[in-house]
């Protein structure tokens, strides 16, 4: 299994078309000052607890600072069997702009 690369755009139209799981790889800190809406924050003390408990038929969209680390991370939940799995460009620092330029 591969993952794709999504961009900021495509991210935000898929969230609005159909549930998906959004997997923050990001460092706990991080994620408590920020994160996307229903974003879970994964990392090396619970990512065997998320991925048994997901549902690995929903499109998973993984995120990181600036887009570069999600991309190994998917690769490896496309490995554990998530069937349709992104890393999105930018990462959350794209996606805290997009917000910028909504408000």
Same mark, same amino acid.
């Given at each position: /299994?591969?993952?794709?690369? =999504?961009? !900021?755009?495509?991210?935000l139209?898929? $969230?609005?078309?159909? %549930?998906? +799981?959004? @997997? *923050?790889i990001? *460092? %706990?800190?991080? @994620?408590?000052?920020?994160r /996307?809406?229903?974003? !879970?924050?994964?990392?090396?003390?619970? $990512?065997?607890?998320?991925?048994?408990?997901?549902?690995?038929?929903? %499109? +998973? =969209? #993984? #995120?990181?600072?600036?887009?570069?680390?999600?991309?190994?991370?998917a690769?490896? @939940? &496309? &490995?554990?069997? @998530?069937?349709?799995?992104?890393? /999105?460009?930018?990462?959350?620092? $794209?996606?805290? +702009?997009?917000?910028? $330029?909504?408000?």
């Open positions: /299994m591969n993952f794709k690369r =999504i961009s !900021i755009e495509d991210t139209q898929l $969230v609005a078309q159909k %549930p998906v +799981l959004i @997997f *923050d990001r *460092d %706990p800190q991080s @994620f408590a000052v920020g /996307m809406p229903r974003a !879970i924050n994964v990392n090396n003390q619970n $990512v065997a607890d998320v991925i048994e408990s997901s549902d690995k038929t929903q %499109p +998973l =969209i #993984v #995120v990181c600072y600036h887009g570069h680390s999600s991309q190994p991370a690769q490896y @939940f &496309a &490995a554990q069997g @998530f069937a349709e799995v992104y890393s /999105m460009d930018g990462g959350f620092e $794209v996606w805290k +702009l997009s917000q910028a $330029v909504e408000s």
